[in-house]
């Protein structure tokens, strides 16, 4: 396929995309397919971008997010400057939907640097429109206004209809926000001359809704209503989820607030249910509110009081997960700040050095110079000998060692005792092992080729200590893997798990969940952890794998695990003859409890490990 029918390959996904993301996924893989064998790394990068696209619509943020940075690396590499600016943008959208606003702007600004290393004036406009959507999301009317006032030159005097559309409309959702409702009618009427225009029922939708709010804070409550059940109809047929939550939530309490209680607590139920299957614990926490306060405009006194308290839960859990993210994000600057401190500190150490070094040439003799260099040289070559082998011999178990330990010492206070068990486990069991392994070999490297039998014996006793090490290594892990599955979760621990892994750069891990807003019994979580746990390493240490995908679904009835990686793959059936303890461990874990563990595996084409394991609602025997 030539290079130009891919390209019109792809313009037919994202035309189809509007109305048939099934279908635009079909296009997007076939035009992946149809690059990579053509070698056409753009088409490839476009393929991702459609990819990414798909998996924000359907609410599945953690795919979409791998998709967009596979696009971004992509056209970083190739100097495509305005297309990475496009796919920093779409990101941007995606923090935004998880909530991660410092994360939203770091992306919009390097999109807004990409654009000025374009010279692209009208790109950069486009970026001041989206920072001013995200600056009225987080109340920052001011620069809001002056992103909007910045971009307007540049697009009123391009005629592009979807710039006009976005820019008008800014400005009514800014003045909406701020309860300016004529002025907010103004820009909205002038976004209603791009927005028929467009062909895109999504824009529409959107459109729609604003001026629902808009004629709403207007007092034409009729009107306001019609133009939302419009709306949530559009959301409905484009099958947005995470859209038509925000609809339906915004026509419920337009319908509370005109008196009609019980059609306000269909569509808040059913927004309710909506921003649980996206998992919006920020729309759950509202719609529980609302709900409270109509049933409590109904008479139903006790429901207003059930759903109040579990507003109240909701919220602490939204307050919660925000202040861990702050934690993490302080612990990151202040991480970030220590290394420009310590790269200046060595900056200024190598300026010193270099003179120090000039004047050395200015006096000293030639032979006495070369042979300090030489000297110079020798010992910091052996140095990097002794890291490189130090780190060769500890990255794997180092890896399995500390990765919840690094979790604890960011998210958690007062553990001190914790700690200090794990640093004498790992000093004085660990340690003593390693570095007595670290001795036996600097003797075998004086009498390699002198003595077999001797040589013989110190690899049995060192390979006996490594079994040894290796078994401390794994009781360690257990104790530091369970606390963490205990305290913040299976999805938690497994984040932080694969976060380890790819922090490692020793293989690629990525993980994704669909339906585990809601934790299981901790005896469930902390099985399956270990269960995953084992398969991984099993896949670091012999498999030979780029990429490794961890996939956690779940059910009403079941808990599925996928471990999917794409190493050299390996003959089960022979494994077991050979004595293969570890699939034996793996399905009798899973049998404990009441479900089964299967592999699917041949020389050559990878591994899939399936852990299946039948779950139960709470209050069930």
């Known amino acids: 396929m030539s290079r130009d029918s891919i390209t019109a390959l792809f313009q037919r996904a994202l035309k189809t995309q509007s109305r ?116 009225i999301k987080y109340e920052a009317y001011d620069d809001a206004l002056r992103y909007l006032e910045s971009a307007t030159p540049a697009v009123e005097a391009s005629g592009d209809s979807v710039l ?35 062909g895109s029922k999504y824009y529409k939708a959107r459109h729609l809704n604003r001026l629902a709010s808009c004629y709403e804070g207007l007092g034409n409550a009729r009107l306001a209503e019609q133009l939302y059940r419009q709306a949530v109809l559009d959301y409905k047929a484009l099958e947005m989820p995470l859209a038509l939550a925000l609809g339906q939530f915004n026509l419920g309490q337009a319908l509370l607030r005109s008196g009609q209680v019980d059609s306000a607590l269909v569509y808040l139920h059913r927004s309710l249910r909506g921003a649980r299957g996206v998992q919006d614990r920020y729309r ?99 140095r990097l000998a002794k890291k490189n082998e130090q780190l060769a011999k500890q990255r794997i178990d180092a890896l399995l060692n500390t990765q919840e330990i690094n979790t604890y010492n960011a998210m958690l206070e007062g553990q001190e005792e914790e700690r200090k068990r794990i640093a004498s486990d790992l000093h004085d069991r660990l340690g003593s092992m390693l570095s007595t392994i670290k001795l036996l070999f600097g003797a075998l490297d004086d009498k390699i080729d002198r003595s077999q039998v001797q040589n013989e014996e110190r690899f049995q006793k060192v390979t006996t200590l490594l079994d040894d090490a290796v078994v401390e290594v794994r009781r360690i892990s257990h104790n530091l893997g369970t606390g963490m599955v205990t305290s913040f979760g299976l999805v938690a621990a497994l984040q932080d798990l694969t976060d380890s892994i790819n922090e490692s750069n020793l293989i690629q891990c990525k993980l994704l969940t669909y339906g585990m807003d809601e934790r299981l019994d901790t005896q469930t979580e902390v099985a399956v952890y270990r269960m995953v746990q084992e ?69 050559g084409r990878g591994s899939i490990s399936i852990i299946e394991i039948p779950i139960h609602e709470k209050g069930e025997n």
Request: glycine letters at 6%; aromatic letters at 10%.
């Open 535 to 603: 398969i991984m390493t099993n896949t670091l240490k012999h498999a030979d794998a780029q990429v490794v995908q961890v996939q956690v679904n779940r059910s009403e009835t079941t808990l599925s695990v996928t471990v999917e990686d794409d190493g050299k793959g390996f003959d089960p059936a022979k494994a077991k003859r050979q004595g293969g303890m570890g699939l034996e461990n793996l399905s009798a874990r899973a049998a404990k409890l009441n479900g089964s563990y299967h592999i699917d595996s041949a020389p």
């Open 284 to 382: 759950v926490a509202r719609c529980l509110d609302v709900l409270s306060e109509a049933y409590a405009e109904n008479g139903a006194f006790e429901k207003a009081y059930a759903y109040q308290r579990r507003f109240a839960r909701a919220q602490d859990s939204v307050l919660n997960e925000e202040k861990v993210t702050s934690i993490a994000e302080m612990q990151t600057r202040y991480d970030t700040e220590k290394k420009e401190q310590e790269i200046l500190l060595l900056d200024e150490r190598s300026r010193t050095r270099t003179a120090q070094r000039n004047a050395l040439l200015a006096g000293a003799a030639v032979l006495l110079l070369a042979l300090f260099l030489l000297g110079f040289a020798y010992v910091q070559r052996r």
């Open 164 to 198: 006009n559309y976005q820019l008008y409309g800014e400005y009514g959702i800014l003045f909406l926000a701020q309860g300016r409702f004529e002025e907010a009618l103004q820009y909205l009427v002038k976004a209603s001359e791009y927005v028929e225009g467009l």
């Open 20 to 135: 048939d993301l099934d279908s635009a996924m079909a296009l997007a893989k076939e035009g992946l397919k149809a690059s990579r064998y053509a070698g056409f790394e753009t088409g490839v990068g476009w393929a991702f971008m459609r990819f990414g696209s798909i998996y924000r619509e359907r609410a599945i943020n953690d795919s979409a997010l791998f998709y967009y940075r596979k696009t971004l690396k992509i056209r970083l590499k190739n100097g495509e400057l305005l297309p990475a600016a496009y796919a920093c943008k779409d990101i941007n959208y995606v923090f935004q939907d998880l909530g991660k606003r410092d994360s939203a702007f770091f992306y919009l600004l390097n999109a807004m640097r990409l654009c000025d290393r374009a010279d692209d004036a009208l790109a950069k406009a486009m970026m001041h429109v989206e920072l001013a959507e995200l600056s």
